[in-house]
């Protein structure tokens, strides 16, 4: 199977900085997605990784290790609106225009 | 309309009727998708289609069919519903260019079937 695993829920403090991990199966990877989902609302669009390293966008950042099937998602200055399910997908050769999904973290940020 | 719609936003539905649930983008993108989304089973694949005039089944198509018949178009039939069909069914959308193209989603149907 493409099992996409990503930790279910976590907490962090107002201000904070918090990393959100998902491991992949690696044979045949493509690429890698994020996306922000907020109660009651669609999946939005974060990062995409294709290449290994950190891509960093304002207060968010995605890392991708290809070799270890492994990618992570930060992030920093953490305000009460970033209490949402964050989705890691990935695409696999051959069928790049389908996503596998894990099932999401859901993130509360407290006071 | 900028980016894509569905409709209804919300239904409730007998158990045995016919449902269409409707999906339009114009953003002239190739592929579209029908998800739907459960508790504790995150986004699952009912059926896509790649481009238009074709389709494909996906994780779940199980008691749901598709039509493709133009690009801007993607409605999900119901064809005698049953409660395990309750869900949030998501439209989503991808260029379909060479290479991995970002989804964008509409913004979901919440149906329940009794």
């Known amino acids: 199977g493409q099992n996409i695993d990503q930790p279910t829920e976590m907490t962090a403090t107002e201000g904070a900085i918090v990393q959100i991990n998902c491991t992949y199966q690696t044979s045949g990877f493509n690429g890698l997605f994020w996306y922000q989902q907020h109660a009651g609302e669609a999946p939005t669009f974060l990062s995409y990784n294709v290449l290994d390293g950190l891509e960093e966008k304002g207060r968010f950042s995605s890392f991708l290790s290809r070799s270890k099937g492994y990618s992570y998602l930060l992030l920093k200055e953490l305000q009460m609106k970033d209490s949402a399910s964050y989705l890691c997908?990935?695409?696999?050769?051959?069928?790049?225009?389908?996503?596998?999904w894990g099932l999401g973290t859901s993130l509360a940020v407290n006071p | 309309i900028a980016g894509i719609t569905q409709a209804p936003t919300s239904q409730i539905l007998a158990a045995g009727r016919r449902m269409t649930l409707r999906c339009t983008q114009d953003?002239?993108?190739?592929?579209m998708y029908w998800y739907r989304q459960d508790l504790g089973l995150g986004l699952r694949l009912i059926h896509y289609?790649?481009?238009?005039?074709?389709?494909g089944k996906g994780e779940v198509p199980d008691g749901y069919s598709v039509s493709r018949a133009n690009t801007d178009d993607f409605p999900l039939t119901l064809a005698s519903a049953v409660p395990s069909q309750t869900s949030v069914y998501f439209c989503a959308s991808s260029p379909g260019l060479a290479g991995v193209n970002e989804q964008f989603f509409g913004p979901g149907t919440r149906l329940t079937v009794l």
């Open positions: 289609s790649n481009t238009a005039g074709t389709t």
């Open positions: 997908a990935v695409s696999y050769a051959g069928n790049n225009r389908k996503l596998i």
């Open positions: 953003m002239r993108h190739n592929a």
